[in-house]
């Protein structure tokens, strides 16, 4: 609970009051579909009214001797059927979330760079991640790009993945579970991924339901009030 955080400052004070949640039994791992609500940020994405909307992403570049294109192409599928925002397409103002063999939810393209200068590899690389990223496209997917460069030093995987589906907190879970999920297959050795957690459809609904409460629409004209007072420069 917020309280907690503002009253216990302590983290001896704070673990005594942690307790552990069982989603064993409430359908946590079921495959959600369907229409989702927008969340308050993901509205806010439109009103920004961007030149170039689908070009709007986290992304980042791994390294490695030698990627397997094959285990990789099996670490996105899992990840696409556990995490379902992967599923998800927007259209007019709306979101949906597709079922698993409905389209292509990912897109992993190889690029073999071979018996090609340091500069020349480079200057590829910036041209062709920044053609997967303005391929993202929102309304009809996939917002999952990746392209493998092979070249005669090492092999590259560039990731990127639209902002409406993603974030710098959700953005740490992606990449400690692909990178287990790839790892572990390199070894021959099977990876289960953690139990879903809350839906991101439930967090919408419970994010609206709080929104239209009477609790918080209480609070409107004091904040209203806050808002219209002056404040001085310190």
Request: proline share 2%; aromatic share 12%; hydrophobic share 40%.
């Amino acid at each position: 609970k917020l309280a907690y955080l503002m009253s216990d400052i302590t983290l001896e004070n704070l673990g005594k009051k942690i307790t552990s949640i069982d989603n064993r039994n409430n359908n946590c791992n079921d495959i959600v579909v369907g229409e989702v609500r927008l969340t308050p940020i993901q509205r806010e994405f439109y009103e920004f009214k961007l030149a170039k909307p689908n070009y709007f992403n986290f992304a980042t570049l791994l390294s490695s001797d030698n990627f397997n294109k094959e285990l990789l192409n099996n670490a996105f599928e899992h990840i696409v059927e556990h995490h379902d925002m992967f599923r998800a397409s927007f259209d007019k103002g709306k979101q949906e979330l597709g079922n698993l063999n409905e389209r292509d939810y990912f897109k992993l393209i190889v690029c073999e760079l071979f018996d090609m200068d340091k500069l020349k590899i480079e200057e590829k690389i910036i041209e062709e991640t920044r053609l997967i990223q303005e391929n993202i496209d929102l309304e009809k997917g996939p917002l999952l790009n990746a392209i493998l460069f092979k070249t005669s030093s090492k092999d590259h995987l560039f990731i990127c993945v639209h902002h409406m589906i993603i974030d710098a907190i959700s953005w740490e879970i992606l990449m400690e579970d692909f990178k287990g999920l790839y790892l572990k297959s390199v070894k021959g050795v099977e990876y289960k991924l953690p139990n879903k957690t809350t839906s991101f459809k439930e967090w919408s609904e419970c994010l609206y339901r709080y929104s239209t409460s009477s609790k918080l629409l209480a609070e409107v004209a004091y904040w209203d009030k806050i808002c219209k007072n002056r404040v001085g420069l310190i």
